[in-house]
């Protein structure tokens, strides 16, 4: 069994001074921690709170997709944050940018919200290091976004049904621990949040693109409506919508699955 330490009390420290009454909360287990957030608010409370699980017994991942976790092997929390930005888009890749940023120099982005470790020489191929699922739900009058990070921190050797081709924060710092990342990133993630909500996702756009795993890419994309669609990426436009060149020209994706097809 893993016993870890988790540092609630330096991390309210850092985050309520930014978020008046905003709470910290650790759990040794939750279905999800975004399930658990959102019913919260959807019940009326529209309080800010962090809340951590150590192990998730239905964690929730991007299109309806299960997230595997495992207590020690992996870094599962969930933000949620009373918001009114003027508008929502590029939220995700804000996130993104924060973390990566957080993290290490060489995480990249693989839009719309994977973090992805490079490998090979020339940098080419990208293995999943964590994803960010964010939802949304009313508290009376108020929208409370619900930020769900998963982070992958080491291999979990017990797990039979871990990710082939998944990759984990231990390569790049071997003393990489759950709660040591949590403490990494909370801060300079809520401070991103906040400044988006202030400033949209414009003054993100070139740190988006300093990370950016795909420009330059040859690309298949599944929009959320339509048909795939197959071109070479150009990065984001300013409110992080996917430039995608095309045969029939300059296509903005703003929702949907993007694989990378082989060079
Ligand atoms: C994805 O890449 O598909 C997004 C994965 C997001 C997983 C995190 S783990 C914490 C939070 N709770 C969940 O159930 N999901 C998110």
Redesign the pocket.
Same mark, same amino acid.
């Given at each position: 069994m893993v016993v870890l330490t988790w540092p609630a009390e330096t991390l309210w420290e850092q985050l309520e001074p930014l978020v008046p009454g905003l709470n910290v909360e650790v759990v040794a287990e939750?279905?999800?921690?975004?399930?658990r957030l959102l019913e919260r608010t959807r019940a009326g409370d529209g309080g800010a709170c962090l809340l951590v699980?150590e192990r998730?017994t239905?964690?929730?991942?991007?299109?309806g997709?299960h997230?595997e976790?495992s207590p020690g092997a992996?870094?599962?929390?969930?933000l949620a944050l009373p918001l009114a930005p003027a508008d929502w888009s590029g939220l995700s890749l804000v996130v993104g940018v924060a973390l990566a940023e957080a993290l290490h120099p060489q995480l990249r982005l693989k839009w719309p919200?994977?973090l992805w470790l490079l490998s090979g020489s020339d940098g080419a191929r990208g293995r999943?290091l +964590?994803?960010? /699922?964010i939802e949304t739900a009313m508290a009376a009058d108020r929208r409370v976004a619900?930020i +769900?990070?998963? /982070?992958n921190i080491r291999d979990a050797q017990d797990d039979p049904a871990a990710e082939v081709g998944r990759a984990a924060l231990a390569e790049l710092d071997a003393q990489a621990g759950a709660p040591a990342t949590l403490l990494q990133v909370a801060r300079p993630l809520l401070q991103a949040v906040l400044a988006f909500e202030r400033e949209g996702f414009t003054p993100w756009q070139a740190r988006y693109a300093a990370r950016d795993a795909l420009a330059g890419r040859s690309v298949r994309l599944l929009p959320a409506q339509g048909p795939a669609v197959e071109g070479t990426v150009e990065g984001v436009n300013s409110q992080g919508g996917l430039l995608v060149h095309t045969a029939a020209g300059l296509s903005t994706i703003t929702s949907g699955e993007v694989s990378v097809r082989p060079c």
């Open positions: 939750a279905d999800s921690t975004n399930t699980a998730q239905a964690g929730r991942g991007r299109m997709r997230w976790s992996s870094l599962t929390f969930s919200n994977d999943k +964590g994803g960010i /699922l619900v +769900g990070v998963g /982070l």
